[in-house]
């Protein structure tokens, strides 16, 4: 579905050459929700921005459906961690903006987007501006958007980290029913471990700059839904373990790193 | 006082009768208000006071400020003559001429300068020396080379309203939210509809101060134009009015020109608002 083959990515700052991917190979199989959790400054969002067709690489290729990404297209949906919804549009006119995109016709569109504000649970919300509702309910809103023009990957940068853990825990839950619902593929970055471990069917461990692919770890946890509390049990403990493991030596080269000022990127 | 106590009063048995069949919540809002509007009349209303009664008592010299009722008599039979109008039209006219052609000149020009980076480092030394240049310094300029008619009077109008517009549109282009861009760019939006949607609407409300100012300005520097070689317009009137000693007549000029001032300010701030109800709290 998605692959990233060899793929570097260099920034110049201030004088220097900073390298923030480098050797990235991982594939992400369609349908599959797989989550990519790493120190910060890894990376990880600019791994995104890659496959996002926001950004291109210095080196190596992204295939999306085997075709190359040369630039952002609807068959990719981003969700930001900072829902960049139009604050002048209303829940209604953002979930349509997507859909203008796409050149839907105008009464589509409208329908359309009302079926994606009730998908998200906001059909009471359609006219409200984003000052109007609250931090999750704006997420919601950039999930509706994503989701109307019908990509086949999600794209996701840490859409929940602003939030509050409540809202979290509670979008979380919506999310994966709306990812069994729609059957999309979902990329999903986070620093969270639990995070990670809640929603993706794999997980991806980066490395501290430069961000490379350290172990892909699959977490067949099969009561994703069914469970009450998954976070208690007992196998949920044990995979969260091992990705702490993982990641603890990464966030300490990270730490090091920036207290010798390498800059951050 | 006299007149704030009219108005209270004026207003009280309206709302009562408007008032709903439980209004006890109504006492107290109606209360409340009437605070509000005599705390902003106030001021006012002792500037009035002031200004009526100081020159009745010998406190100033009443030929060169005379009572404020005298002037309000004088005011109105202005009004009544039609040579109020007549001045007032004139004023409108270079006015609007002026503020209209700065909008409709500068808005466009400001897009592109705050769209295309080349442009702007091009044009903002420049557009640095202008700005900080008042206005009415090029005054004499604009007299020289336009000559005394209409033309350099609007020019000069359009040319003081056109820098809070200019500026206030490129800085509305510039810091638009680079993440709005982004998001907008992730859906394959090309640049131009990228303008279309997301830069000109999220620029707006910033258009709009400066078109508020510009409205203010238009207002200010017509009537220093208009004190320079007119033959008509309240800047002349109040001009001409005190030349001849027609003292009453000046203060009515300027009594005018201080309310048009304020009418259209209200007028751009209640506009202003209504385009940009989404900045509200956000």
Not at chain 1, 87 to 106: D, H, I, M, S, Y
Request: aromatic fraction near 8%.
């Amino acid at each position: 579905m998605i692959r990233f083959e060899n793929v570097r990515k260099v920034f110049q700052a201030r004088g220097t050459t900073v390298t923030a991917l480098d050797g990235i190979d991982l594939e992400v199989r369609a349908g599959e929700f797989l989550v990519i959790v790493g120190p910060s400054g890894c990376g990880k969002s600019t791994l995104l921005d890659l496959a996002g067709g926001l950004a291109t690489a210095s080196s190596g290729r992204i295939l999306v459906d085997g075709k190359e990404v040369t630039g952002p297209g609807l068959d990719r949906g981003v969700v930001f961690q900072q829902y960049a919804l139009l604050p002048w549009r209303t829940a209604q006119g953002n979930v349509e903006f997507g859909l203008e995109a796409k050149n839907v016709p105008r009464r589509e569109r409208a329908a359309r987007a009302r079926e994606y504000l009730d998908l998200v649970g906001l059909s009471a919300f359609r006219d409200r501006y984003p000052h109007e509702l609250s931090g999750g309910m704006k997420q919601r809103v950039a999930i509706a958007r994503s989701l109307a023009f019908d990509p086949e990957v999600l794209l996701m940068d840490e859409p929940f980290a602003a939030l509050d853990a409540q809202t979290r825990d509670g979008l979380q839950d919506e999310l994966l029913r709306i990812w069994e619902r729609t059957g999309k593929t979902v990329v999903f970055i986070t620093h969270g471990i639990e995070e990670a471990v809640y929603l993706g069917q794999r997980v991806a461990v980066m490395t501290s700059r430069p961000g490379r692919i350290k172990r892909v770890v699959d977490v067949p946890l099969t009561a994703r839904s069914a469970t009450e509390d998954l976070r208690s049990d007992p196998e949920f403990a044990h995979y969260r373990h091992q990705i702490w493991s993982l990641l603890r030596d990464e966030v300490d080269k990270a730490r090091t790193a920036e207290l010798e000022g390498i800059t951050h990127v | 006082m006299s007149s704030a106590t009219e108005t209270r009063v004026a207003i009280k048995p309206r709302v009562a009768v408007v008032a709903p069949p439980s209004p006890y919540g109504w006492g107290k809002r109606l209360l409340k208000v009437a605070g509000t509007l005599s705390t902003r009349l106030a001021a006012v209303v002792a500037l009035a006071v002031v200004w009526e009664v100081f020159p009745r008592l010998g406190l100033v010299d009443s030929v060169f400020l005379p009572p404020l009722s005298e002037v309000l008599a004088d005011w109105w039979q202005l009004l009544t003559s039609g040579r109020l109008w007549e001045n007032t039209e004139a004023s409108l006219i270079r006015s609007l001429s002026g503020f209209g052609l700065a909008i409709v000149l500068t808005i466009p020009l400001g897009l592109v300068i705050g769209w295309y980076q080349p442009v702007a480092n091009l044009l903002n030394p420049l557009l640095e020396v202008f700005r900080n240049t008042a206005a009415l310094a090029l005054l004499p300029v604009f007299v020289l080379i336009l000559g005394l008619g209409e033309t350099s009077k609007i020019a000069i109008i359009t040319y003081a309203c056109a820098w809070p517009i200019l500026l206030n549109t490129i800085s509305g282009v510039r810091t638009v939210d680079p993440l709005l861009i982004k998001s907008a760019r992730s859906l394959g939006l090309g640049p131009l509809r990228l303008f279309q949607k997301v830069v000109l609407p999220a620029a707006v409300p910033t258009i709009f101060t400066g078109i508020r100012l510009a409205g203010a300005y238009s207002i200010l520097i017509l009537i220093a134009a208009e004190m320079v070689g007119a033959k008509a317009g309240l800047g002349y009137l109040i001009n001409y009015a005190q030349y001849n000693f027609a003292v009453p007549d000046m203060y009515a000029g300027i009594i005018t020109i201080s309310a048009i001032g304020l009418i259209v300010n209200q007028l751009l701030i209640a506009l202003e608002r209504r385009f940009s109800t989404w900045r509200t709290t956000s």
